[in-house]
T-cell receptor, first 110, second 114 residues
């Protein structure tokens, strides 16, 4: 069974710190990976996608992919209280369907 | 506004009823999806549909059926509703092609079966 695993958290970081969110996946056939942010009661919002090994940066966010280790991570620099949410990692499968992890709840404390 | 929209936002109904949830996207995407998010917040794919192919997650009961009148709409019809169907249902869409196929989600429909 194709799985995506995340630590459920909560991950608590002080304001201004770097938040590091991690994810592992089981399907070596997955080519693309996605990070979504979901606020309570809201829909998932796409933050970043990555499909090449290495780092991809977008503003305060950096996604990292290591296909050999089947590992994806998201770094949030200068964390803000507004970043407090659940972060969902997803991997694509056949038919471009996404398999989601259970999410990591991030709490940024002022 | 360009977006993925769903109606209704909330749906409360009794066991055994049949109901539909509607989804529309005006992003020009060619593939649409339905996801279910249960009380533990686990988000799970139900269907993937474009104008050529329907892919069904094998765990989805056949009481659930997607219906697409055109490329911009994908409705979800549920027969004989059960208590366990209570969840938030999200529609999503994407444009397939080279590179990552980024999916964009609608606001969700919270279904409560009593």
């Amino acid at each position: 069974q194709k799985e995506v695993e995340q630590n459920s958290g909560p991950l608590s970081v002080p304001e201004g710190a770097i938040a590091s969110l991690n994810c592992t996946y089981s399907d070596r056939g997955s080519q693309s990976f996605f990070w979504y942010r979901q606020y309570s009661g809201k829909s998932p919002e796409l933050i970043m996608s990555i499909y090449s090994n290495g780092d991809k940066e977008d503003g305060r966010f950096t996604a990292q992919l290591n296909k050999a280790s089947q590992y994806v991570s998201l770094l949030i620099r200068d964390s803000q209280p507004s970043d407090s949410a659940t972060y969902l990692c997803a991997a694509n499968n056949a038919g471009n369907m996404l398999t989601f992890g259970g999410g990591t709840r991030l709490m940024v404390k002022p | 506004d360009t977006a993925v929209s769903q109606t209704p936002k909330y749906l409360v109904t009794q066991m055994g009823n049949d109901k539909s949830i509607k989804c529309e996207q005006n992003l020009g995407h060619d593939t649409m999806y339905w996801y279910k998010q249960d009380s533990k917040k686990f988000l799970k794919i139900m269907f993937s549909y474009n104008n050529k192919e329907l892919i069904i997650n094998e765990t989805v009961p056949n009481r659930f059926s997607p219906k697409s009148p055109d490329k911009a709409h994908l409705n979800l019809h549920i027969n004989s509703l059960e208590l366990g169907d209570s969840a938030v249902y999200f529609c999503a869409s994407t444009k397939t092609g080279t590179g990552p196929t980024e999916q964009y989600f609608g606001p969700g429909t919270r279904l409560t079966v009593t």
